[in-house]
């Protein structure tokens, strides 16, 4: 496995990278060399516990000299005075203010796996916070081209989603691609030590099934148990009278976008690093309309969203499997998800129907019923 990938780094990156590299090469090395030498003066290297030490120190020492020399052969330095602060994306600063106390600020940058330090203050753009941040940060502008412009949320989603496949494909075919890899547009395979634990052998089912579930959990009991909840529902289904009512319906309506957004964000990242363990150009593809689908089709409620998305998934992996061992197209799955959506579009018109033949039905019943009668009387 190689870890040669392209390493996204500030100038101030790769001199700490250099200097660290010079350091363990000169000074490091002969305190591990002077190590041994004291170790094998006690004789009896095979019950010498100052030599095992010694030489896993040079084992561990090594390997952290042959990181720094890939990732500076690998490094792209990106000039930090041409970053775009429009954008929460690498080499960009973010602060975070806090609702109930404006005085306290904290300061965070965006910066590269091998620069990440999140003591103090620097965030990695794989990590969790700067997946969410990143996310966030995309699901803020739909957000605020509805409250400003009042655009429809699920339009402009779309429409981003697709401009994010397009940079998706960017990253993964220029900057991020790895020359030794042997697909056209992906990076080199993320280190074991950055991947979540399988659950099932042979299966991507990973760990990230529980970070699923308490999100799940979670924004459940926040719409359904919390006044939050409350105002967010409210606000989706009659804004006009949440506003009169004196709720601040342009922040619930941002807050709740950029809220999304982080957890879409999160859920990228477990994809990466549960399940293909590589960043490709098709990371991304259909996910957003299949989870639109969902969503619709649960009428927005997070634990029938659960029960659908099993549904869904099932189907998905069974077109693949049926097509595998049977022959039979995996188009099938794409006819049962055309049929979903038209009963989905035609729902209200298929309900009225039904109710307009009902009534037809009872008033015909009716109608024989008062025939008889009077048939009776005579």
Not at 26 to 37: F, G, P
Not at 48 to 61: F, I, P
């Amino acid at each position: 496995m190689s870890d040669t990938k392209h390493v996204v780094v500030t100038r101030e990156g790769l001199q700490r990278m250099k200097e660290e590299l010079e350091y363990k090469e000169t000074t490091e090395k002969m305190k591990v060399a002077e190590q041994l030498k004291v170790a094998i003066s006690y004789g009896d290297l095979s019950e010498n516990a100052e030599y095992d030490a010694a030489k896993n120190d040079q084992a561990v020492l090594e390997q952290r000299i042959a990181e720094l020399k890939a990732m500076i052969e690998n490094a792209v330095v990106v000039d930090e005075s041409k970053i775009s602060t429009d954008t929460v994306g690498f080499g960009t600063r973010v602060t975070i203010v806090y609702e109930d106390d404006p005085d306290e600020e904290e300061t965070y940058t965006i910066v590269g796996t091998s620069e990440s330090d999140p003591t103090n203050g620097k965030l990695s753009n794989e990590s969790p916070v700067g997946a969410a941040l990143v996310g966030g940060f995309y699901a803020w502008i739909p957000g605020v081209l509805k409250v400003k412009l009042k655009v429809n949320e699920v339009i402009t989603t779309i429409m981003l989603n697709t401009i994010a496949a397009s940079i998706c494909q960017f990253l993964a075919k220029g900057p991020w691609k790895n020359p030794n890899n042997n697909i056209v547009a992906g990076t080199a395979n993320l280190p074991n030590r950055f991947w979540l634990g399988k659950l099932v052998q042979g299966s991507n089912l990973s760990t990230a099934i529980f970070a699923a579930v308490i999100m799940t959990v979670l924004t459940w009991y926040i719409m359904q148990k919390t006044s939050v909840g409350y105002e967010m529902k409210l606000t989706g289904h009659n804004p006009r009278f949440a506003l009169f009512a004196g709720l601040k319906t342009d922040k619930i309506v941002i807050v709740t976008m950029v809220v999304s957004g982080m957890m879409c964000g999160l859920v990228g990242m477990f994809r990466v690093y549960g399940a293909t363990h590589i960043y490709t150009a098709s990371i991304s593809n259909d996910y957003y309309f299949e989870g639109l689908m969902v969503a619709m089709i649960a009428q927005y409620q997070a634990l029938p969203t659960v029960v659908i998305s099993f549904l869904f998934a099932v189907l998905k992996i069974g077109a693949q499997g049926m097509e595998t061992a049977a022959g039979v197209p995996n188009q099938i799955y794409l006819i049962i998800q055309t049929v979903v959506i038209f009963c989905m579009a035609a729902e209200k018109g298929i309900r009225a129907s039904l109710a307009a033949r009902g009534e037809r039905r009872r008033a015909r019943a009716a109608a024989k019923e008062r025939l008889k009668e009077a048939n009776e009387d005579e």
